[in-house]
């Protein structure tokens, strides 16, 4: 099993930054691939960003691409993403996942296990 706790959402201003972090434990998290995904009101869930469990691969929605980066460390069982010039539409609740299979189920949207997320809210 694998639970996943994330933090560092707020408020920020249009162009701000954040930087939020999923704390994982469980001894299975170092063979997952780990990523993020968000969810605005009225909205279904969507990907975010995803990094492969060894850390060299890395996977972004389009409409993040070159604003947000995603890492991990391996040593402190964290996943972080950065956040940069964020933009009102960027306001959701970011959720951390994870997946034993790899990086493309979640690009696809499923994950084994899930966080229970952290609100980010930008104001224009």
């Known amino acids: 099993q694998v639970q996943l706790v994330e933090s560092g959402g707020g408020l920020v201003q249009a162009g701000g930054s954040l930087r939020l972090s999923c704390a994982a434990s469980?001894?299975?998290?170092?063979?997952?691939?780990t990523g993020w995904f968000r969810q605005a009101p009225g909205k279904e869930r969507e990907f975010v960003a995803a990094?492969?469990?060894?850390?060299?691969?890395?996977n972004y929605a389009d409409s993040v691409k070159d604003r947000f980066t995603i890492s991990r460390d391996y040593g402190k069982n964290t996943v972080y993403l950065q956040m940069n010039s964020l933009k009102a539409e960027d306001t959701a609740v970011y959720y951390c996942a994870a997946d034993m299979i790899g990086g493309s189920r979640l690009v696809g949207g499923h994950a084994d296990y899930w966080g229970q997320g952290t609100q980010v809210t930008v104001s224009s």
């Open positions: 469980g001894r299975t998290f170092r063979n997952c691939a």
């Open positions: 990094i492969s469990r060894r850390g060299s691969i890395t």
